[in-house]
């Protein structure tokens, strides 16, 4: 500790502690204020949460939203939209519950000045597709962000939080959190009665294509390092359908976003030749996943599988063709500020390549897999039910509560409800802070209590790999290879690799069986005795460190999970090429994992579906 001991310690008290202020954290901070009107609401973000998480640069469409002032859609239709698309396994209690809160969240966000798109006949939001809205977001999270400045007791920017606390009189119960300034290095702890973790999803714990130079060009935000998984975690929380990523298809080299091509350009893809494909995988998908290849739409994931399949055959690479809907100066502009508006990226890869899709049918790609609770897959925390629709055997708390007494979850971070996008992760953060506030008003006089010692440990901890490079730096053996410590970069890259070639990444085609999976395990458990040995030279990669510490964790329980569901359910997802069929009989179920942090043991169970929805 000799070297650090001038970093300041800072306590910070809170009735409720939001970790991460990204859609879901600013749903939440709003409304633990509306309700908790003199509780102390703390808000802690690694980043700026006026651009910080996934809507960081700005998103062109809000993809959930019912419509039911105008009887467009009702709750009951998302929740079978939902369940149709992520193969029959969702949790429809949640779904349910952010369908029906999630319009008036996106009132809320017209109100505060966010620039909606409307149809000039009917005064109507603009529709893209049935569940997306058109918006000029470039704005959108800096409008979102201000609503939740205004709502905290005060929002801690720049501080990552890399533990949880647990009570000292009651080791189910949550206490706290700490972290450290990524700019002064002043370690916080946060002491609080409540904590809402809203840390978004996973990137790069699988090989991304871009390498080297490019390898922040993903899909999925590069900053999105697992915390909200690894937290949870490491104190014992349930985790549900971590198995259950998600591979996106985009365009190639700049991960633009497809769904506006698709939906309002109305574009369509093809192969090398010029040939719809989708048609020549549908007896071959039939006997993989049954029934579920007729379901309209067709779920993501069979989308994915047609065009792996023809990539397969050889016929590659699949093309969006746009050339025909880009004749149409209309469609043409929409194209453009498509991107312009969220991921202007892919504006400038394509100006780079000399592609303009007026005249060239650019190419699709299929990106490495992530790990999300929001987006068309539901990977994430176990949690309880709205008390009056979810089954019994989904309730044990306050809506939203993980299996950790005080600890809720929302957005990312939360399993089971796939589609809820930026609205409905904006709109769950709600949900899981009025239930947050009930949970801190009923506690009373038994109040969490934070242990020094634990603190005072994870301080030691928290900065140890500062510490291993102080002490190792004079060892390199050549460039940055030392014998004593393992840059955060390093380690990134031997955990990309194992879960790409072990756990179904891009290289293994997705796919992967029993024999790897135990074999990549045992290369995790490798790598985290490594993890020890971290050496960071600064704050920035005293973060990384830790973000590749969350990223283990989780990669351990997506393997573990992938391990535990001996079927293949999402094909076009991934593959168990040993159980390549979708076994309804055997695993329409979910599966639910608790790791125990004293034995490193993982115990896995199912837990049943129940349909709630007909
Ligand atoms: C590429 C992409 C495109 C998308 N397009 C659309 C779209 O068009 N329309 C739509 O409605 N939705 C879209 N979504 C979905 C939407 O962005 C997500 O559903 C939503 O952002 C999830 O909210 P969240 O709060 O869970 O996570 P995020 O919004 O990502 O927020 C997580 C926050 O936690 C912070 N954080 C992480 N770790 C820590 C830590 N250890 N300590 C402190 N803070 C931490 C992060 O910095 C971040 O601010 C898209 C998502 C992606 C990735």
Redesign the pocket.
Known sequence: MGLFTRRKTVFVDADILV???????CGATYEARYWGRDLKVIC????H?DR????AQG??????YMGMQWDENQPEDHVRYARNDVMGLVREDLGYDIARHVDSSVHKFEEWGLPMMKDPETGRYQREGKW?IMIHGESYKPIVAEAARKAATKVYNR????HLLMDETNPQRVAGAV?FNVRSGDFYVFRAKAVIV????ASHIFKPRAAGEGMGRT???P???A??YA?PILVGAKMMQMENRIVLTRFKDG?G?V?AYFLHLKTYTENAYGDEYESRWYEHTRELVGDYVDKKPMPTCLRNHAILEEIKAGRGPIRMVTKEAFQDPHKETVGWENFLG?TIGQAVVWASQNIDPKHTNPELTTSEPYV?G??ATCSGAWVSGPEDCAPADYQWGYNRMMTVDGLFA????AGGAAH??????FAE?RIAAKAAVNYVNDLGRDQPQVSETEYQDLQKTVFQPMENYAVGRNEIVAGTVSPSYLLPLHGLQRLEQIMDEYVGGISAHYTTNEPLLTRGLELLQMLKEDLDHLGAEDLHQLQRAWELN?RVVASESVTQHTMFRTETRWPGYYYRADHPKLDDTDWHCFTLSRYDRESGEWNLEKAPVHHIID
């Open positions: 970790i991460g202020g990204g859609m879901a954290g802690v973000e690694k980043a949460i910080s998480g996934a809507v998103l062109y469409a809000i993809n959930t997306q501080i990552m939080v890399t972290g809203t840390a978004g999803g899909w999925y935000a900053w999105s390092s915390s909200c937290l991960y976003p769904g969220m999300m929001s987006h929302a957005g990312d971070t809820k996008f930026s609205s409905g992760s953060g969350h």
